[in-house]
Each structure stands twice: as C-alpha cells, then as structure tokens.
C-alpha cells in the first residue's frame, strides 16, 4: 500500500540536542510538507519541499532544518535552536507542485526535556 | 494571509444526535476548503473538500459541509452521529493557487454509545 512513513513514533530526547525526524513517501509524490500540531494550537507549516533540491519556510521555521535530496524523502531536523520542540509531528504529501496536502503520516511525538 | 476560526473546542453528544460543527475563515480572495479528520491513534485524512461548484459538499461516511461565501463559513454536518465517529476534526482553507495549507485548531467529538 501507498503512503508516508514517519518514523520513530515516539522520541525523547534531552534539551541541546539535535534530532531528526524521518518521513518517507511511496506515493510518487512531488511535494512534502512539515507540519508542527501543539493542542489548541491546530496544525502549522513548518517547512515545504515541492521538488527536489528545493525547500521553503512555513510559518515556523526558526529552530528546525530539512532537506530534500530524493523525492521520496524530507528528513526534518530539530534544532538546539527551538525553544519549545516538545510536540507532535506530521508529515503530509501531496501529488503536484502547488496542490495543497491531502495525504498525512501517522506523526512523530517528540518530547524534549 | 488567511486564518481559520472553529467555533467549538469540543462537543459531547449522544449517538444519533445530529452534528453541526463550525468553521469560519479570514481570506478576501478564492478559496479551496477542506475538513480533516483525525481518529483516536490514526493518522489525519480528508473527509471532505471544496474548490468550486455546487456548495454543498458530501464527504465520505454521510458527511456534508456547505460553504457560504457572504459568511466566509464552510460548517461540517452530519445529521445522525455514531460512536465510531469520535474524533478530533479540523477545518483548512488555502487561497487557491496557493500551497499552503491554514488549519483551524480542531473541535473534538466524543460521541456517547
């Protein structure tokens, strides 16, 4: 079956380290998403990647990093440099360059202490 | 850039009581509209969408929303819930042409058997 596979769903780690998120896609699809869900909060976009080699800020990129070397693949990196990282992850695909998300991961929660 | 208000934070009701949840967007130009939903220890998948045509739009599991452009309103509803309908739910809009995806901060449903 086609879909994003995000890996580890659970994660802990200690404040000042760096930690990668993984997402993969066998769905063929060019643009891949980060989303940031905090509750109350509803999801918000991190970073974006619509081809490959090529990456732009969402609304909250301070503090996190990612890149885009296979179509299939958009690591996300979480830096020292967010302040409050603890929360939880998704990764979202979607078929065309410019089309909105419309396929979701099951999420990684990070908790950072 | 656009946002997105839901009325409720969480709703409670009954089984075969009707739903109606609300959503409210911020945005001057065309929108694409869509409902998400995200089941206990699933991940987040599409239950309806809107770009253009007929307002009144039918999702899967006898979901409905209908959008209303002078109320920038595009309400989830469902006329006769069951219990496997508990979940979290969010409203998204995108101004079209857009990538980015704005999402509410979700109602969530708990339906009593």
């Known amino acids: 079956d086609g879909g994003i596979t995000q890996s580890p769903k659970y994660l802990f780690r200690k404040e000042g380290q760096n930690v990668t998120l993984s997402c993969e896609q066998n769905l063929n699809h060019d643009a891949m998403y980060w989303y940031r869900q905090d509750p109350g909060q509803g999801l918000r976009l991190i970073y974006y990647?619509?081809?490959?080699?090529?990456?732009q800020k969402g609304d909250i990129a301070e503090g996190y990093s990612v890149s885009r070397e296979k179509k299939e693949s958009f690591p996300l990196t979480v830096t020292s440099a967010q302040k409050n990282p603890t929360a939880f992850y998704l990764c979202a695909s979607s078929p065309r360059q410019g089309e909105t998300p419309l396929h979701f991961g099951n999420g990684t929660r990070l908790t950072v202490t | 850039a656009q946002s997105v208000s839901q009325h409720n934070h969480h709703v409670i009701l009954s089984e075969a009581a009707s739903l109606e949840l609300g959503c409210n967007y911020s945005?001057?130009?065309?929108?694409?509209l869509f409902w998400y939903v995200q089941y206990p220890g699933q991940h987040l998948q599409l239950l309806l969408k809107y770009f253009s045509g007929d307002p009144l739009v039918k999702g899967i599991k006898g979901f409905e929303a209908e959008f209303i452009k002078s109320k920038f309103s595009f309400n989830l509803r469902k006329p006769s819930v069951q219990w496997s309908d508990t979940a979290e739910y969010f409203c998204a809009v995108n101004a079209q042409g857009d990538y980015k995806l704005s999402f509410g901060a979700g109602t969530t449903v708990t339906v009593r058997a």
């Open positions: 945005y001057g130009g065309t929108v694409n």
């Open positions: 990647s619509q081809i490959v080699n090529d990456f």
